[in-house]
């Protein structure tokens, strides 16, 4: 019995990229437009408020689905926060001369 080599992936061709394709500007336009709110107030929509994304742009999400647009908002939410994350921890951790090192007291502090 001969078994395929595992270090080349010839036999896996084409199917990196199944079901997915980059969000064009028409599209992100269109989900920006009614479901800013949601992004800037980092809730995830519910299937209803996908739903009337779509029936409001009907000709720009026309290849999109509700959970196509409710993850699309998901994902975003999620880059924010990272973003937000990371900008933190810029003044957060970064001893600036002067300043004395974080008291550690052995268990988490509550922010």
Sequence with gaps: MTVPPKSGNSYRKGSQNNGKHKWEDAEVCAV?????RFIQ????????????????????LSTRSWKGV????????????RQSGNSQALYTNSNWPGQSE?????HFQQF
């Design 32 to 36: 920006e437009r009614h479901m800013m």
């Design 41 to 60: 107030g980092h809730k995830v929509p519910q299937k209803n408020d996908c739903l009337q994304c779509l029936e409001a742009e009907p000709k720009a």
């Design 70 to 81: 409710k993850d699309y908002v998901r994902n975003r939410i999620t880059a924010l926060k």
């Design 102 to 106: 974080p008291q550690r007291t052995g």
